[in-house]
């Protein structure tokens, strides 16, 4: 049982041997769509009161064939029914669209209206990342083999151009042939999946245009014997993980053994992105101190675009590093998978937040800020994402809620206490030790706990909610010893 996974793949396509003509016509189909969507809300909310209704729930609902009685003329259709005069005409406005296209213009306005979406007379109008999602029907790749093709381009991919060619008074799409350029890399890749779907990008800072494939990849799986089936000679052991924030991961590797180690422990820690991470807040808040300060100055404009820079910059530190992260956790999964039948448990921070807010507790403004920016289900479903990539079946990977394992012994199961900030001390068993630790060697046996249970009881995963039987589990059996409390 392997999950399939959507994968992107980018590839660039060559700019340079582009004709003029194919220019056009790929900045027609990446950049219309913005300008007919903000159209379309416009339209709407001028003609709100004959169009919108409102439900019981007090939520806004758009009719759709009214909006298109408002909006589109109509030809194919009998004599009596024919629109000819419309008020607000899109054809006109935008002649170079076809009606199917202006109704999936149209869907998403609608949707956005419905959202809550308005126009301003202030704002400037919607800015949507240009692209065009083109599904599986309409586009073709084509790869010509050396002796074919005398031009240096082998792969083309053929979109079925959405703008009307008439000929003859008929309307028919032609193909428009773009060239891509394609490495080893990405044809590797392409042999791995499926193609499900394709995107167009245009990208502003280059200047270029990308097409983005949707993969379909259906991973081979890790624990695949000769025999076929999944029952593995391996021993098996179970990996405890707890996210925190200065520390990102800790895990504790659970084993038959019952010793723990230096091998079995693992802090996922870089000094230099706590480092990194405070540099680039402390340099957001004081512009943003800046920017409120000042407000009279002609200055601000500068500013803002100073600081817009800076966020993004920001993320895209910020989104190297997860990746890093998330590669380094993956790869120490994999060796310890090599020599055991590995299960691997994160803890889920569900209730954290509320737990640690405002006048509860001791925690301070600081650290409730931090609570709040650290992106841990991005973190979950990365991992679990590049896990399963990798060849892990979906159920070796779960997710359960860690609310309590950091405030029990992982030795005895009481309450302890914490004397010091990353430390926790059993009085029972007089015992001390990381706090970390603690909670992720206690979500590993919360793990085993919750499937020793009488028979029949299912393990929910918190991410993505799915309900695994304790079926799946049974090479767990062996590790059974470490559940009888000391
Ligand atoms: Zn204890």
């Known amino acids: 049982m392997v999950e399939d996974v959507v994968k992107t793949l980018k590839v660039r396509i060559k700019k340079e041997v582009l004709t ?20 379309y809300v416009r339209i709407i909310h001028h003609n709100r009161r004959k169009i919108c209704t409102k439900t019981k729930k007090g939520k806004i609902r758009v009719h759709r064939g009214k909006l298109d009685e408002l909006t589109l003329t109509t030809s194919k259709v009998k004599e009596e029914e024919r629109r000819t005069t419309v008020p607000h005409d899109l054809k006109k406005m935008f002649p170079y669209c076809s009606h199917n296209e202006f109704q999936e213009c149209r869907d998403i306005a609608v949707q956005l209206y419905e959202q809550g979406y308005r126009p301003s007379p202030t704002r400037p109008p919607i800015k949507r990342a240009r692209r065009q999602l083109i599904n599986k029907k309409r586009f073709i790749l084509v790869h010509l083999p050396k002796e074919k093709n005398n031009t240096l381009t082998r792969w083309w991919v053929g979109i079925r151009d959405s703008l009307d060619t008439w000929k003859r008074n008929t309307p028919y799409h032609q193909k428009l042939w773009l060239p891509l350029e394609m490495s080893t890399f990405h044809q590797k890749e392409l042999k791995k999946g499926r193609i499900k779907s394709l995107e167009l990008r245009y990208r502003h800072s280059t200047r270029e245009w990308w097409v983005y494939f949707q993969l379909r990849v259906l991973p081979p799986s890790f624990y695949l014997t000769s025999q076929g089936d999944n029952s593995s000679s391996l021993p098996p052991a179970v990996l405890g993980i707890d996210l925190g924030i200065n520390i990102l991961a800790t ?134 994402r590049a896990l399963i990539l990798s060849g892990f079946e979906p159920h070796r990977i779960l997710t359960i809620e860690e609310k309590g394992t ?72 062996g590790l059974s010893h470490w559940l009888q409390p000391q």
């Open 20 to 39: 003029t003509r194919k220019k056009e016509r790929l900045r027609r189909i990446t950049g219309r769509d913005t300008r007919i969507i903000e159209k």
């Open 251 to 384: 895990g504790v590797l659970l084993t038959p053994k019952k010793k723990l180690t230096n091998k079995e422990i693992k802090f996922w820690y870089t000094k230099q992105w706590n480092r990194v991470n405070h540099r680039y807040k402390l340099k957001l808040s004081r512009l943003q101190r800046k920017g409120d300060l000042n407000d009279q100055s002609g200055k601000k404009h500068q500013l803002y675009r100073f600081l817009g820079l800076l966020r993004r910059r920001y993320r895209n530190v910020k989104q190297a590093y997860i990746h890093q992260f998330i590669n380094d956790v993956v790869q120490t999964i994999e060796t310890y998978a090599r020599r055991y039948d590995l299960f691997v448990v994160v803890g889920y921070p569900k209730h954290i937040r509320e737990e640690k807010e405002k006048g509860k507790g001791k925690s301070s403004r600081k650290f409730r800020r931090k609570l709040h920016q650290w992106n841990f289900f991005l973190i979950l479903a990365l991992l679990r």
């Open 406 to 477: 950091s405030s029990h012994c992982a030795r005895c199961g009481r309450k302890v206490i914490r004397p010091v900030r990353g430390l926790v001390h059993c009085p029972s068993c007089d015992y001390t030790f990381h706090s970390d630790l603690t909670g992720a060697m206690n979500i590993a046996r919360k793990f085993l706990g919750s499937l020793f249970r009488p028979r029949g009881t299912t393990i929910t995963d918190y991410l993505t909610g799915y309900r695994y039987s304790s079926t799946h589990f049974t090479v767990c059996r």
